[in-house]
């Protein structure tokens, strides 16, 4: 597979990887412990397509999906990370990535896979940016061009992850959520209310996709923050 290479520019939104730079972290290890829970949540079924949502902004869920990417990619898998999210994308801020090309060019036939597809620094890890946001995001991921997509990169990669728009705000996750083998969702202690929690999940539960379970991010323990994961 041709793949380009990241082409690495500062950005002041770039998000810290803790699993790549301090893979023995405590934080590094509960995100193992949620890639271990998704495995077991799917004991019967192969998980090779996942999407990692939030009820709203600002819950962390790009930087649980980043993190989330590294440490499959740990394991020796290959992982492709996308960015699904084609109003507010933010993967190519992680990887200091141009965002010229994308996702959003492939589903519209400009580009391939392949050309669209980046190297990291990450050992296994590509990722493919959202690319220039489109005037019709939901259209785009409700096509046939984004089923024959996904079954391109699910026989490509061992397992493709989706960054997708939070639940509540549009369509998007749950347009999403019928393609892929499996959902996550993504809640802030402190700051996501009961109520949009639950109405996230019940938005998530009559899609195809199995809601695999809700990762509680930014919980204090000991002076440090955990993510925890919990099944529904």
Same mark, same amino acid.
């Given at each position: 597979m041709a793949r380009r290479k990241n082409h690495s520019r500062p950005n002041n939104k770039m998000r810290n990887l803790i699993t790549k730079l301090n893979p023995k972290?405590? $934080?590094s290890e509960q995100y193992r412990t949620i890639r271990t829970n998704i495995q077991y949540a799917s004991v019967d079924e192969t998980i090779k397509s996942l999407l990692v949502t939030s009820s709203g902004p600002g819950e962390g869920k790009s930087t649980t999906i980043a993190n989330l990417a590294v440490v499959y990619a740990q394991t020796g898998k290959k992982v492709l990370l $996308?960015? =699904?999210d084609l109003r507010k994308p933010t993967v190519h801020y992680t990887f200091r990535l141009d965002n010229l090309r994308g996702l959003s060019n492939i589903l519209v036939g400009e580009t391939t896979l392949n050309d669209s597809v980046n190297r990291t620094d990450v /050992?296994? *890890?590509d990722v493919i940016s959202c690319g220039p946001i489109p005037p019709n995001p939901s259209e785009l991921l409700a096509s046939r061009k984004m089923d024959a997509f996904l079954? /391109? =990169?699910t026989d490509a990669y061992d397992i493709v992850i989706f960054d997708t728009p939070p639940v509540l705000a549009v369509t998007d996750a749950q347009i999403m959520a019928n393609i892929v083998d499996g959902s996550l *969702? %993504? %809640?802030r202690s402190g700051q996501t209310n009961i109520e949009a929690a639950t109405k996230a999940k019940e938005a998530l539960e009559p899609a195809?996709?199995?809601l695999l379970g809700?990762? *509680?991010n930014g919980r204090e323990k000991?002076?440090?923050n955990y993510y925890y994961y919990g099944t529904n």
């Open positions: 972290s405590p $934080i $996308i960015d =699904a /050992e296994n *890890l079954r /391109e =990169a *969702l %993504v %809640v195809k996709a199995k809700t990762v *509680l000991k002076a440090s």
